[in-house]
């Protein structure tokens, strides 16, 4: 089992910052895989950023690719969201997921956090 709890989200004016953190605990083997998806009213679920957390390779969806970096941070066991130049199509709530494989789909995640809002005003 693997527990997740977001942090981070507020709202902000276009081309702020904000950084989320996702606080994980349980099986290592379960969170190999961490991702950040997020939501916007009336569309679907969309991973943003994916990161491996043995060695700390990430990848990222076109629309945050230069905006948005993903870390972590072994000894806190927690991984973050960091998002400059935020756009008002940024706007939504914002999950991180933990799974064994390399994906940017919902379905190939097994753990999630109960999501944390992100609102961004033009």
């Known amino acids: 089992q693997v527990q997740l709890v977001e942090s981070g989200g507020g709202s902000v004016e276009a081309g702020g910052s904000l950084r989320l953190s996702c606080a994980a605990s349980?099986?290592?083997?379960?969170?190999?895989?961490m991702a950040w998806f997020r939501q916007a009213p009336g569309k679907e679920r969309e991973g943003v950023a994916v990161?491996?957390?043995?060695?700390?390779?990430?990848g990222y969806a076109d629309s945050v690719k230069g905006r948005f970096t993903i870390s972590q941070d072994n000894a806190k066991n927690t991984v973050y969201l960091q998002m400059n130049s935020l756009k008002p199509e940024d706007t939504a709530m914002y999950y991180c997921?933990?799974?064994?494989?390399?994906?940017?789909?919902?379905?190939?995640?097994?753990?999630w956090g109960q999501g944390t809002q992100v609102t961004v005003s033009s």
């Open positions: 990161i491996y957390t043995v060695i700390g390779g990430a």
């Open positions: 997921a933990a799974g064994v494989a390399y994906s940017f789909r919902v379905t190939d995640y097994d753990y």
């Open positions: 349980g099986s290592t083997y379960s969170r190999r895989w």
